[in-house]
């Protein structure tokens, strides 16, 4: 589970502008949002930073929480 596509709304870019900043296909940002692929360190580090939050906002889930 990921928290890309929330973070993604909240900016209020769609998955084609974001995958144009990261440098990858629309699809492979909704195969990552939809846990169906499994980002690089490097391409998680990129949406991160266009999505101008950080790796554990995105992808740490508490399990706690849930």
Same mark, same amino acid.
């Given at each position: 589970?990921?928290?890309i596509k929330k973070?993604?709304?909240? %900016?209020k870019i769609s998955?084609?502008?974001l995958? *144009? *900043?990261?440098?990858? %296909?629309?699809?492979?940002?909704?195969l990552i949002e939809n846990q169906k692929y499994n980002p690089s360190l490097e391409l998680c580090?990129?949406? %991160?930073?266009a999505l101008g939050t950080d790796l554990?906002?995105?992808f740490w889930i508490n399990m706690?929480?849930?």
């Open positions: 589970m990921n928290n973070y993604r709304t909240l %900016a998955q084609l502008e995958a *144009k *900043k990261v440098g990858v %296909a629309r699809q492979t940002i909704n580090i990129k949406i %991160a930073k554990n906002t995105l706690e929480e849930d």
